[in-house]
């Protein structure tokens, strides 16, 4: 089973659409929790970070279950500039006070107008 | 502020070859970062680094080698390339602490024949 999962989409939705992501996650141990944007041909870029209260930004927010080990996005009023992979990532404190990140595959969100 | 930044941006290379991608960043981070993207599959790190002169396996660390021999540098080698290391490359780094996030260079697109 992957560390991470996400649904691949494409996801197609119209201009102006709620859209939500969710992702499931199997290690317990994982301390913090994003959402990265990633845009054709380029790197990933942090979106939000993902807290336990649940968190907003603007349009964006996200929820995070950690007893059911379940991490969700939702994008609202999207614009055709959301138009992107979306990476479910987890981060895992290692050592020296580093964290290793674990990606999910993404799942793929195109905006029509 | 260049952020970080990734040389060559793309290449191509025949089995055997060896070569060497390189990572800056002008952040002072402490941190740095070398992952693999490959389709189907999320980002997989391979090498890591918590400071100068220090380095660490991540994942996937077979087949390649790093040095970081000064704070803002960090080179990932290819000592003799196979097809499977055909791939886009990212770089990112970190400061030190919790909660801190991880900056992507634009990747390395690489092709090996």
């Known amino acids: 089973r992957k560390e991470v999962e996400q649904d691949p989409g494409p996801f197609n939705v119209p201009e102006g659409a709620t859209v939500a992501f969710n992702c499931t996650y199997s290690n317990s141990a994982s301390q913090s929790f994003f959402w990265y944007r990633q845009d054709c041909r380029k790197e990933p870029k942090l979106l939000m970070s993902v807290y336990s209260s649940g968190n907003e930004d603007g349009r964006f927010t996200a929820q995070l279950n950690r007893a059911s080990q379940y991490i969700s996005l939702l994008i609202r009023d999207s614009k055709l500039s959301d138009s992107a992979t979306y990476l479910c990532v987890l981060g895992t404190i290692i050592n020296f006070g580093n964290e290793k990140l674990t990606f999910g595959t993404g799942t793929r969100l195109t905006i029509i107008p | 502020n260049a952020g970080v930044t990734q040389t060559p941006k793309f290449r191509v290379l025949k089995t055997g070859q060896s070569m060497t991608l390189l990572c800056a960043q002008d952040m002072n981070h402490e941190y740095m970062y070398w992952y693999r993207q490959d389709p189907g599959m999320g980002l997989r790190l391979i090498h890591y680094?918590?400071?100068?002169?220090?380095?660490a396996k991540g994942e996937v660390p077979d087949g390649y080698n790093v040095s970081r021999l000064k704070k803002q540098n960090f080179l990932l080698g290819l000592e003799s390339a196979a097809p499977s290391q055909t791939s886009v490359y990212f770089c990112?780094?970190?400061?030190?602490?919790?909660?801190?996030?991880?900056?992507f260079g634009p990747g390395t697109r690489l092709l090996v024949l």
């Open positions: 680094s918590v400071g100068e002169g220090t380095t």
């Open positions: 990112a780094s970190r400061r030190h602490g919790g909660q801190e996030t991880q900056y």
